[in-house]
């Protein structure tokens, strides 16, 4: 379906008077339609965006899981603040797939009990799942969807590519980002079965290394099993405080083993991250100038130069 003047206005954060300015210099090229409108495409939107937006690069559809196996990482406040980022350039869906509902609640108003276990059981199509918010759309959760790890004790490996398959159908996107739960159970294995690429959350403390070589022990194994071509784009530090002897070590370490596998953006702490997440609000939205909302823009522009290099 077309964009019309609106649709790319939100897309591009031009006006709708600035869009028909240029239409009318030369500067960008739209035809109208049977209907008399101008119908834009995504080509519309970067030759925009290559204009407006420093560094943009184009992504045609990525999906990306935030894994950790270990919780208290900031995982979600990342998926989220990522998201939100993310859509200020690029159509981004958030799939929240843990059955905490953690990124739901964060995200949408008054959410109901649909999630992705409608699609599995009663093959509700996803289009009809998803929920639009403010700045980008969510696929969400909620406690009823830990029935699909019961369901699947002994998955089959179709069963194991159902995300995949869903998310196929959808045109909508160029970015999907996937919270997924602390754990490397059937939800994990379900979204490292879909993606594109894969980002690891962690915490300067102990035991953060570990959980990197697991995650990465069950890409490869995922990617084995079904032919698939999944990769850790990077591993991100949260929480961070420099002047903490112990996340420096951390870091250093991770730098010695991993290499440019480590984001040089790290996200520190911040006590308007915490903030803004009882807020129910990206921290770009309730506090801009924040170290935190400055971290996740670099966040978001190193992720985008992995991405698209990929």
């Known amino acids: ?42 080509d519309h939107v970067a030759a925009i ?27 979600t406040a990342t998926a989220i603040n990522l998201a939100r980022e993310l859509a200020e350039t690029y159509s981004v869906l958030l799939v929240d797939f843990d059955p905490q509902a953690n990124a739901t609640e964060a995200t949408v108003d008054n959410p109901d009990d ?23 759309d969510v696929l969400p959760s909620h406690v009823s969807f830990s029935r699909l790890e019961m369901d699947m004790l002994m998955p089959r490996p179709e069963g194991l590519l159902a995300l995949r398959n869903a998310l196929v159908a959808l045109d909508d996107y160029q970015i999907i980002i996937i919270d997924t739960p602390p754990s490397l159970g059937i939800y994990q294995h379900m979204a490292l079965c879909t993606s594109n690429g894969v980002f690891v959350p962690v915490q300067a403390a102990s035991f953060a290394i570990n959980g990197v070589y697991n995650l990465n022990e069950m890409i490869n194994r995922v990617n084995s099993e079904f032919n698939l071509k999944a990769e850790m784009i990077g591993i991100g530090l949260t929480m961070y405080d420099q002047r903490n002897a112990m996340d420096s070590a951390v870091k250093t370490k991770l730098n010695d083993i991993f290499g440019d596998l480590v984001f040089r953006t790290v996200i520190r702490r911040n006590t308007s ?38």
Do not use: C
């Open 273 to 310: 991250i915490n903030e803004s997440m009882t807020l129910r609000l990206p921290v770009k939205d309730m506090a801009p100038k924040s170290y935190g909302a400055q971290d996740y823009a670099e966040l978001a522009a190193e992720t985008v130069f992995h991405v698209a290099k990929g």
């Open 114 to 136: 649909r999630s992705f276990l409608n699609h599995i059981v009663d093959g509700v199509p996803l289009s009809d799942l998803i929920i639009p918010a403010k700045q980008f």
């Open 1 to 42: 379906m077309p964009m019309r003047v609106k649709d790319i206005a939100l897309r591009t954060g031009l006006s709708g008077r600035t869009i028909r300015r240029w239409i009318a210099d030369g500067k960008l090229a739209a035809e109208k339609d049977e209907t008399g409108q101008h119908a834009f495409t995504e």
């Open 49 to 75: 965006l290559r204009v407006k937006v420093p560094n943009y690069r184009p992504i045609t559809k990525y999906v990306l899981s935030l894994s950790n196996n270990k919780g208290g990482v900031g995982k």
